[in-house]
T-cell receptor
Framework: NAGVTQTPKFQVLKTGQSMTLQCAQDMNHEYMSWYRQDPGMGLRLIHYSVGAGITDQGEVPNGYNVSRSTTEDFPLRLLSAAPSQTSVYFC??????????????FGPGTRLTVL | AQSVAQPEDQVNVAEGNPLTVKCTYS??????LFWYVQYPNRGLQFLLKYITGDNLVKGSYGFEAEFNKSQTSFHLKKPSALVSDSALYFC??????????????FGTGTLLAVQP
């Protein structure tokens, strides 16, 4: 298994541009989520999904959209990039929806810079 | 609301000495606690978790953590530190809301520096 994969690894955008961060997992996990990591703030939840066709907002959803058309893929879309969205983005998955004891597995991250 | 605190931004320890990385939590029900490690320019790797049962949990790479309900703490420990343990460590908590969500709440992280 490749686990959780993310592309690209690095991206530089100009203010106002849009882009999609890709996330895929090959473990047939129901639950997937996106976090952003900023210095001194830990990881904050952006959006999450408990299965194909079901998404919901996390702690910091503004400026981001998600969709989940398949179990495997969970892309994160930046509609109009802003410098405040400069961050490292992590995708994570865990096996079962609603199962609080499940471990979440993280991808390698995407480092995004917005100029 | 549930929360996690990691009171130390950085912990310095000499190689071979024991190490402790502190974590305290706040939840209204039973806590489910996790430790993750992040090496430079890498994603987060799972170390260990406390669900129920024995208060001393053993995990990967020789790490262990002690759950203390009265002090609402879940400190990460290792008897003998290695230089290769130098990394950023995150504590996280998840609370059972009884629904479909299983959101993790992370602490701000503690940088562990092990000197040779």
């Amino acid at each position: 298994n490749a686990g959780v994969t993310q592309t690209p690894k690095f991206q530089v955008l100009k203010t106002g541009q849009s882009m999609t961060l890709q996330c895929a997992q090959d473990m047939n996990h129901e639950y997937m989520s996106w976090y952003r990591q900023d210095p001194g703030m830990g990881l904050r939840l952006i959006h999450y999904s408990v299965g194909a066709g079901i998404t919901d907002q996390g702690e910091v959803p503004n400026g981001y959209n998600v969709s989940r058309s398949t179990t495997e893929d969970f892309p994160l879309r930046l509609l109009s990039a802003a410098p405040s969205q400069t961050s490292v983005y992590f995708c994570a998955s865990s096996p079962r929806r609603g199962q609080v004891t499940d471990t979440q597995y993280f991808g390698p991250g995407t480092r995004l810079t917005v100029l | 609301a549930q929360s996690v605190a990691q009171p130390e931004d950085q912990v310095n320890v000499a190689e071979g000495n024991p190490l402790t990385v502190k974590c305290t939590y706040s939840v209204s029900g039973n806590p489910y606690l996790f430790w993750y490690v992040q090496y430079p320019n890498r994603g987060l790797q799972f170390l260990l978790k406390y669900i129920t049962g024995d208060n001393l949990v053993k995990g990967s790479y020789g790490f262990e953590a002690e759950f203390n309900k009265s002090q609402t703490s879940f400190h990460l420990k290792k008897p003998s530190a290695l230089v290769s343990d130098s990394a950023l460590y995150f504590c996280a908590v998840r609370q059972n809301y009884g629904g479909a969500t299983n959101k993790l709440i992370f602490g701000t992280g503690t940088l562990l520096a092990v000197q040779p």
